[in-house]
């Protein structure tokens, strides 16, 4: 389905950016400094309070540690815009739960289990899920071989309709790794449908 087209007179309510930056530390270590942010355009009462036009609603800030192998070392989190000042910032160290994950297995079900629901703040926990994608194409092609010259098939061939194993840019690009699909014998059963 082709993206739809904008509407002429829509108006903006809500900006929600998020923001991903990864530092290589002198250490051999990597920080990873993740953001959300979220505006409005337009003035708005939060617990009581107006927040002028243009102020965040939310500001936070998702600071992890992370080796090459992709484990968490060390995290922790800071809210520095919120809507319940004394409430919203009130999470203490939850985040430092996640020490011990590895961002290229099972974190995402790690973050749900240690700082989902109550244990920790919605929009810091949702932030952090966004993390795998973004730190593994941070150490594409410096950390991660990303080219196949290894014995190991590139982590990122059969991860997206682009890059599956019998498809054209793996045999253009990755042509070590090209697996053409299976023609159909003659003994096949067919569809039905």
């Not at 990597?30 to 102020?55: I, K």
């Not at 014998?185 to 449908?193: A, F, L, M, N, V």
């Amino acid at each position: 389905m082709p993206l739809p087209p904008a509407a002429a007179t829509r108006q903006l309510h809500h900006r929600r950016q998020i923001d991903v930056q990864v530092y290589a530390r002198d250490d051999g270590l990597w920080e990873v400094d993740a953001t959300v942010v979220d505006v409005r355009p337009q003035a708005t009462t939060l617990a009581g309070q107006v927040r002028s036009a243009g102020h965040p609603i939310h500001d936070m800030l998702l600071r992890l540690v992370v080796d090459a192998q992709l484990t968490v070392l060390a995290c922790g989190a800071e809210t520095r815009w919120m809507p319940y000042v004394g409430q919203c910032d009130a999470h203490g160290d939850a985040y430092d739960r996640l020490v011990g994950l590895n961002l290229a297995r099972g974190f995402r079900d790690g973050v749900r289990e240690r700082v989902g629901g109550v244990q920790g703040c919605t929009h810091i926990t949702e932030l952090a899920q966004v993390l795998p994608t973004a730190v593994i194409q941070a150490f594409a092609g410096s950390v991660i071989d990303t080219r196949g010259h290894g014995d190991d098939k590139p982590f990122q061939l059969d991860r997206c309709h682009a890059l599956r194993s019998d498809g054209e840019a793996v045999r253009t690009h990755y042509a070590r790794w090209y697996r053409p699909s299976p023609s159909p014998t003659p003994d096949s059963p067919r569809s039905t449908e």
